[in-house]
């Protein structure tokens, strides 16, 4: 059985407990628990994203929509990283037409950042982002299905530069 020992006294801000020793016998172990700090995001929630993806995004050439899309299904997530909403649904979200929705989606499957499961019900990568508990998102990464490709982040060192249409104007 554990013994308090005692210790001098000491100056702690109101907020804490002072200190304490203890004296643990053969066998005994002690446990402590400290009470966990929320955070603070904005909306109360967060989910978890891949350093090595949020580093590499801007050299994947993606397009503003692409990137729009692949941030709102990211950010509309369910636990298990499962988006439930048709495309339609996204494109009155983003203000854009369902037919670019469905043309970023296509690209971003095409790179391995999300999948259809069915209609109007995408996941994304595991392996990229996640909102859920570190045992949820192993099972999601084990249980991928064959045809998600697996990420080929570029390796640049620097971002190459965006191809834009030539406008009115402009000399080649």
């Given at each position: 059985m554990a013994e308090a020992a005692h210790t001098p006294p000491q100056h702690t801000p109101a907020t804490e407990q002072p200190p304490v020793s203890l004296q643990l016998g053969r066998g005994d172990r002690l446990v402590v628990e400290r009470h966990r700090t929320d955070y603070d995001f904005i909306g109360r929630s967060y989910y978890l994203?891949?350093?090595e993806l949020s580093a590499k995004l801007?050299?994947?050439g993606l397009?503003?929509?692409q990137y729009d899309v692949l941030?709102?299904?990211m950010g509309t997530q369910a636990s298990g990283g499962i988006v439930h909403q048709?495309?339609?649904a996204i494109g009155q979200d983003l203000g854009i037409d369902r037919k670019e929705v469905g043309k970023a989606i296509r690209r971003?499957?095409?790179i391995g950042?999300?999948?259809q499961e069915r209609r109007g019900e995408y996941r994304i990568n595991p392996r990229c982002a996640f909102y859920g508990r570190s045992g949820d998102q192993q099972a999601a990464v084990e249980s991928m299905p064959d045809h998600v490709p697996d990420l080929d982040l570029p390796d640049y060192k620097v971002r190459p530069p965006r191809r834009r249409r030539t406008?009115?104007?402009d000399t080649p």
């Open positions: 994203m891949s350093r801007p050299h994947l397009t503003l929509t941030h709102h299904l048709t495309q339609q971003l499957s095409t950042l999300v999948w406008l009115k104007g």
